[in-house]
């Protein structure tokens, strides 16, 4: 298979692209093992070439030379993509590594993994639900038209969701539900719900759908009747929650997991390499030897998101407005916390933000804000959605520098400081819509690929 343009732009991506890329997913390569960085690599290439579903990236020997791998590193990664979903090994004389397509179940079960193993309490929770309402009443703001039928046993969120007609938002609501806090299936509909829909008026949806309670915890399915897939997905997502029950990070050696679990060795080594691919365990070594919950970074279920708005063939232009609209989400619920905050907290807060504004670098200091934002925001499902969109724009093949990149918004950025300072969410946000307004600006003459949506 010939190398293609796309191809080989997974390796030449650099300057301000990659620096800003880095700085948003935190992506470090050179810090993972070979078959986890090979595995990322694979899905830069399919993202790049459109993520068609069928189509072969190449043989084995092929994608060797391509991404300089050793036989055993590759067949590792190519084993953690399998196990994740995203492609299969064809057989036979015109056979290779072959993409499949997107699956948002499976996306939304690492994404909840990743949150349950940061341990978030019920706040924290709360706010991720809290940045759900809140995004879905930015869109239905702006839609236009009746909205569709719902379902028989649909939760509101979730016809809400899918009334968003965009898959980013039915992968939150698919979360949120794994998670149990989408509120109950048949539930009625919030007091005053359609009305304020009907005005489009954000602050009325986003307080009618904050009325609704969580549903529960589910009842765990009999892991006899799911598919090995799907077993393999509730065991791994089981070793975190008996390692976080128990206050311990050793989940065992793989002949203990197999008799903690019942399961074949394959399983086990299925679940533990799902784990390892969103970075939450790692083997160690020596006589006690095994595998250990580490402490969970973002990185690993960024990458998961990444590829599954590749394999939704998402277009990172039309992706703009979506990113905005989680900066001003951002802002109000770090807004909403500092102004619950005791005195003391609140200005070492502020303080943190000064600092990030007396950088020079304009993309690091953008990039460093808003991350400062997240972290008072204390919405990780947000942040995690945030940042997987703007690595996927940022990952992308381009021809010319983006019209950002020689953007300063200083200014934009202080006021947003100075708001917050003075208990304005309002003045913030409008200082985020500002800085919008300047990058359309900036984009509007700038030729873009015909890509899908």
């Not at 991506?13 to 986890?36: C, D, H, N, W």
């Not at 079960?109 to 940045?131: E, H, K, W």
């Not at 311990?248 to 997991?257: A, H, I, M, P, Q």
Request: charged share 25%; proline share 5%.
């Amino acid at each position: 298979m010939k190398k293609s343009r796309m191809i080989n732009q997974v390796s030449r991506m650099g300057g301000p692209a990659a620096r800003f890329y880095t700085a948003v997913s935190g992506e470090q390569l050179a810090k993972q093992s070979a078959p986890i960085r090979i595995a990322w690599q694979i899905e830069r290439m399919a993202s790049q070439r459109g993520w068609s579903a069928g189509e072969l990236l190449g043989s084995e020997n092929e994608l060797r030379e391509q991404l300089g791998a050793g036989r055993e590193a590759l067949r590792e990664a190519i084993s953690i993509l399998s196990n994740r979903g995203v492609v299969a090994v064809r057989r036979g004389r015109n056979g290779g590594v072959q993409v499949l397509s997107s699956d948002l179940p499976r996306t939304a079960n690492a994404v909840a993994a990743y949150l349950r193993a940061i341990d978030s309490d019920p706040a924290q929770l709360a706010r991720c639900v809290a940045g759900l309402d809140r995004l879905i009443a930015l869109r239905l703001a702006r839609r236009g038209g009746p909205l569709p039928a719902r379902k028989h046993g649909e939760a509101v969120r979730k016809w809400l969701a899918r009334a968003c007609d965009h898959p980013v938002y039915l992968l939150y609501s698919e979360v949120i539900e794994v998670l149990s806090l989408g509120g109950p299936a048949n539930g009625s509909l919030p007091d005053g719900l359609l009305d304020a829909i009907s005005r489009q008026d954000v602050e009325a949806i986003a307080n009618a759908l904050g009325t609704i309670c969580a549903a529960g915890p589910d009842a765990v399915d009999d892991p006899s009747a799911q598919s090995t897939l799907a077993r393999t997905f509730a065991i791994a997502q089981t070793m975190l929650e008996r390692a976080a029950t128990c206050d311990e990070s050793y989940l065992g050696n793989e002949t203990s997991l197999c008799e903690q679990f019942s399961a074949s060795r394959s399983v086990i080594r299925q679940a533990l390499r799902i784990l390892q691919d969103l970075d939450l365990v790692q083997a160690r070594l020596g006589r006690s030897g095994g595998y250990e919950v580490r402490r969970p970074r973002p990185i690993g279920v960024i990458r998961q998101v990444y590829a599954w708005l590749a394999a939704c063939r998402l277009c990172p232009f039309a992706l703009i407005e979506l990113v905005w609209d989680h900066n001003s989400t951002n802002v109000q619920l770090a807004a909403a916390r500092l102004a619950a905050m005791p005195e003391d907290e609140k200005q070492r807060h502020l303080a943190a933000l000064d600092s990030v504004l007396e950088q020079k670098d304009d993309t690091q200091r953008f990039v460093n804000l808003q991350k400062r934002l997240g972290e008072i925001a204390a919405s990780p499902l947000v942040d995690i959605c945030a940042r997987s969109i703007v690595s996927y724009q940022a990952c992308q093949p381009r021809d010319q520098p983006e019209p950002w990149e020689a953007i300063s918004f200083l200014a934009q950025e202080r006021r947003i400081v100075a708001a917050l300072r003075a208990g304005q969410p309002d003045s913030a946000e409008a200082a985020i819509r500002a800085m919008e307004g300047r990058l359309l600006d900036a984009l509007r003459d700038v030729p873009r690929p015909d890509r899908a949506r």
